[in-house]
């Protein structure tokens, strides 16, 4: 096949997965393979892909545990739902496949769980969790729920002094799928 035919099949098979929403890896930072997304990402990729993006702008040790807390409803910052718990399994499975140790806070006692929300932290007990796990970064995070939107706001947080290292936003189309994860009819 000529070069000039390859390159117009590459630029056709991308051109496809644009549209059909499907997700491409490229390579190039320290932390291996970043996952770049289409505007019609799905739930699982839009979290890969925000981990991806707080590890991109984030001085951090790859040796070093990094904590991933509950995502917390911004209206409620004491509850989460399905959707918070879930989106933080896929941020934690996300930063453990780029080769970050990620402990499972759900099987530590230092960490009170609250029943159906999670791993949820106050700022004064981020520093104390933190220390028991020798983790040198937070993921925390909050959502808000629109008419049609559901708005994330992740930050990534040194425990010593709450300072925020690294922050990614972004929304989800609320369609039926996160409806129901996030408890609404």
Avoid: W
């Amino acid at each position: 096949m000529a070069p000039r035919s390859l390159a117009a099949l590459a630029l056709a098979v991308l051109a496809a997965g644009a549209l059909t929403g499907c997700a491409g890896y490229y390579y190039g930072d320290k932390y291996g393979p970043t996952l770049a997304l289409s505007p019609h990402a799905d739930m699982v990729g839009s979290s890969y892909a925000a981990a991806d993006a707080l590890l991109q702008n984030a001085p951090l040790d790859a040796r070093a545990p990094v904590l991933v807390t509950t995502l917390v409803d911004l209206d409620h910052l004491g509850a989460s739902s399905r959707f918070g718990r879930v989106v933080s399994e896929q941020m934690a499975g996300r930063l453990t496949q780029r080769g970050l140790p990620v402990p499972e806070l759900r099987l530590r006692e230092s960490v009170a769980l609250v029943p159906h929300e999670g791993a949820l932290l106050l700022s004064r007990e981020l520093r104390e969790v933190s220390r028991a796990h020798a983790a040198q970064a937070v993921v925390v995070g909050t959502y808000a729920v629109s008419s049609r939107q559901v708005f994330v706001s992740l930050k990534l947080v040194r425990p010593e002094g709450n300072l925020t290292i690294a922050a990614h936003d972004y929304a989800l189309v609320l369609d039926e799928e996160l409806r129901s994860l996030l408890g609404l009819r």
